[in-house]
């Protein structure tokens, strides 16, 4: 099954915003209202920073916010921080399965 | 404070069989699905399936349907993750996570990488 499509890279300097987009179709993102986004920092397991397309945990910072049009969901990542830095994978509902984005590699200039 | 611990680090040769597992704490594990992932050297999160400690129903994902064998014990709070006969192709870092609503993966154990080579 093939994977959502994210952005290879993304780059932006410390304060600026940056989105980072998961496309996938009406089978997956577009279908559902269950969208989330993982932060994973080398050698560290992944962790969620968005669900339910827009809702964060109540300990991710509020510079994280999701967001989803069509089938298309965002990543925006506002104030950017050096520990920001790191890879972002989005994932979907497809069915009875959930799939993920191929992933997206952060750099804080 | 929620928490999934994941058994060490293994090296296998191509052919053995192998069991990992992930180990619950802080919460009633029998009533969340634990899931599977993959993360093969350098590369992307793979969704593999999911297990119900509660009454031991799985769901495998079609790439590793055949492949790979979960199954959850939940007196003693744990999930596993089986092999037969691991190919070399089966390196990588196998992470547990607990499955919530909405199909997010609230809670993660820290990974077990498995290396199989001659």
């Known amino acids: 099954q093939s994977a959502l499509t994210q952005p290879a890279s993304v780059s932006g300097s410390p304060g600026e915003s940056i989105t980072i987009s998961c496309t996938g179709t009406?089978?997956?993102?577009?279908?559902?209202?269950?969208v989330s986004w993982y932060q994973q920092h080398p050698g560290k397991a992944p962790k969620l920073m968005i669900h339910?397309?827009?809702s964060r945990p109540s300990e991710i910072s509020s510079r994280f916010s999701g967001s989803k049009s069509g089938n298309t969901a965002s990543l925006m990542i506002s104030d950017l921080q050096a520990e920001d830095e790191a890879d972002y994978y989005c994932s979907s509902k497809r069915g009875r399965d959930v799939v993920f984005g191929g992933g997206t590699k952060l750099t804080v200039l | 404070e929620v928490q999934l611990v994941q058994s060490g680090a293994e090296v296998k040769k191509p052919g053995e069989s192998l069991k990992i597992s992930c180990q619950g704490s802080g919460y009633i594990f029998s009533t969340y699905w634990i899931a599977w992932v993959r993360q093969m050297p350098g590369k992307g999160l793979e969704w593999m399936g999911i297990?119900?400690?509660?009454?031991?129903?799985?769901r495998y994902t079609t790439s590793f349907e055949g492949r790979v064998t979960f199954s959850a014990d939940k007196s003693i709070s744990t999930a596993y993750l089986q092999w037969s006969s691991l190919k070399a192709s089966d390196t990588a870092v196998y992470y547990c996570a607990r499955f919530s609503r909405g199909s997010s993966l609230d809670y993660w154990g820290q990974g077990t990488l498995v290396t199989v080579s001659s």
């Open positions: 009406s089978n997956d993102v577009g279908g559902y209202e269950y």
């Open positions: 297990v119900h400690p509660g009454d031991s129903e799985i």
């Open positions: 339910d397309v827009k």
